[in-house]
Nanobody, 124 residues
């Protein structure tokens, strides 16, 4: 059973930065792609960023390109989401997700394990 534990959320002013982390356990981390999703109140869960097994390929939703960076450390079984120039519309619960295989794109059904989520609130 894969376990994913997110950390790093919080309250930040617009223009500020946060770094989310996700610690994974339960299977060989380096064999699988990873991703971040978010869900704002009253909205559907949406894709934010994904990274393949090696970290060599990354994918982002358009609204975060140039502001967010996903990375992974396979030696430490962790994936990070560096979020800069945060906007109020980035406010959401952010979820770490583990993909079914080595590659990860934006569709939620490509991921089979999810963390409990961490709240990110950006004030204007």
């Amino acid at each position: 059973q894969v376990q994913l534990v997110e950390s790093g959320g919080g309250l930040v002013q617009a223009g500020g930065s946060l770094r989310l982390s996700c610690a994974a356990s339960g299977r060989t981390f380096s064999n699988y792609g990873m991703g971040w999703f978010r869900q704002a109140p009253g909205k559907e869960r949406e894709f934010v960023a994904a990274i393949n097994w090696s970290g060599g390929s990354t994918y982002y939703r358009d609204s975060v390109k140039g502001r967010f960076t996903i990375s992974r450390d396979n030696a430490k079984n962790t994936v990070h989401l560096q979020m800069n120039s945060l906007k109020p519309e980035d406010t959401a619960v952010y979820y770490c997700a583990a993909a079914r295989g080595p590659y990860a794109l934006g569709a939620a059904d490509l991921f089979d394990y999810w963390g409990q989520g961490t709240q990110v609130t950006v004030s204007s």
